[in-house]
């Protein structure tokens, strides 16, 4: 059995992994490929998996296991059924140790982690670099393919606290509640007021970028704070070998970098609260994908506070009566 099993970190590195992999039985371990990209991305994460991955790894498509959305949104949270079904489907039972990358090296692969974390199940990691970071380290991978054995999995529950649907957030607004709050009587000094951290670019935050997705205005919810995910992370170039080939990756930056970041976003003062359970943060994006690299490097750091809004800008942006500020506040 893993040693992970108590204690079962966030992150693990390809050492770790290989480690896993030579100490649990197939049916204690599975690893999941959860690559995803852009829409305006030319890659397609099936293809990419069918042609290489790591062996023995399945294929988690985080569209595919999701709830349907009124608005057509993907990779919305799914409900504890489908999660269910999918975990059986792919051989998961409660105690598995999944084992979660993806081909960017750290982009999809949280929010697939913060998925299954949300639904209680806590032996689950992230392969630090994905797949590049797997290669680099000697790992092999190729397109082998093995028989899933089905497992079961009872629906589990979902932990409320670690997700901010529209429903909420919207009334919320309009309530002039704690939450989402967007209008003056704002009140950043009451550690009531949760902080909503934006991961997408600069330029999209202050609305001076255009969005990816078409028909999309950008800018950012009032009073929330620009915390690109890419602070959150290191790019590393490294050369395969015996081929020569050149990759780039990305993994998850230094706690020190991590707290630099977070004080840098949200200044010492809020940065110290935010640590020490004083003040809630939630975490956004585009669609609510990269914010789950926001939520990760939180749990790295220990915040216990953390939510995660599932529709994230998408949603937001695209519903009527939604206040939208551009530039600096």
Same mark, same amino acid.
């Given at each position: ?38 829409? /305006? ?11 290489? @991955?790591?062996?023995?790894?399945? !294929? ?13 949104? #993907? &990779? ?20 598995? @140790? ?34 590049? /970071?797997?290669?680099? &380290? ?42 989402? +709050? %967007? /209008? ?8 009531? %007021? ?7 670019? !600069?330029?999209?935050?202050?609305? %001076? ?10 800018? @950012?919810?009032? &009073? ?13 170039? +490294? ?50 994908? %990269? ?34 500020? #551009?530039?600096?506040?």
């Amino acid at each position: 059995m893993s040693s992970f099993v108590d204690n079962c970190p966030y992150v693990l590195s390809p050492r770790q992994l290989q480690n896993l992999k030579d100490e649990t039985s197939e049916d204690g371990l599975t690893i999941l490929d959860v690559s995803w990209h852009m829409p /305006n991305s030319p890659r397609n994460a099936l293809q990419d998996y069918t042609q290489k @991955h790591i062996p023995g790894a399945l !294929r988690l498509d985080l569209d595919e296991v999701a709830s349907p959305h009124e608005l057509g949104l #993907k &990779h919305m949270l799914p409900t504890p059924e489908i999660f269910a079904k999918a975990c059986e489907e792919l051989g998961i039972s409660r105690s598995s @140790h999944v084992v979660l990358y993806d081909t960017t090296g750290v982009f999809s692969s949280p929010r697939a982690l913060y998925m299954f974390r949300a639904f209680g199940h806590k032996r689950s990691s992230i392969l630090d670099g994905g797949l590049p /970071n797997w290669l680099a &380290h000697g790992g092999m991978a190729g397109p082998q393919f093995a028989p899933v054995p089905k497992a079961e999995y009872d629906p589990p529950q979902l932990d409320v606290d670690a997700v901010r649907s529209k429903v909420k957030s919207l009334k919320d607004i309009e309530a002039q509640s704690n939450e989402f +709050v %967007t /209008n003056s009587a704002f009140d950043p000094s009451s550690p009531e %007021t949760e902080l909503v951290l934006d991961a997408r670019s !600069r330029g999209r935050f202050l609305g %001076t970028d255009p969005e990816p997705r078409p028909g999309l205005p950008s800018g @950012h919810i009032p &009073h929330s704070r620009s915390l690109p995910f890419t602070s959150f992370l290191q790019q590393n170039e +490294v050369t395969l070998q015996p081929s020569g080939e050149k990759i780039t990756f990305s993994t998850l930056a230094t706690n020190k970098q991590l707290l630099a970041a977070l004080e840098e976003a949200l200044g010492a003062e809020y940065a110290k609260d935010v640590l020490a359970g004083k003040r809630g943060v939630v975490t956004s994006c585009g669609s609510g994908m %990269t914010a789950g690299v926001l939520w990760l490097g939180l749990q790295v750091l220990g915040v216990e506070r953390v939510g995660l809004y599932d529709e994230s800008w998408t949603g937001y942006a695209a519903r009527e009566g939604s206040l939208i500020v #551009k530039g600096e506040q």
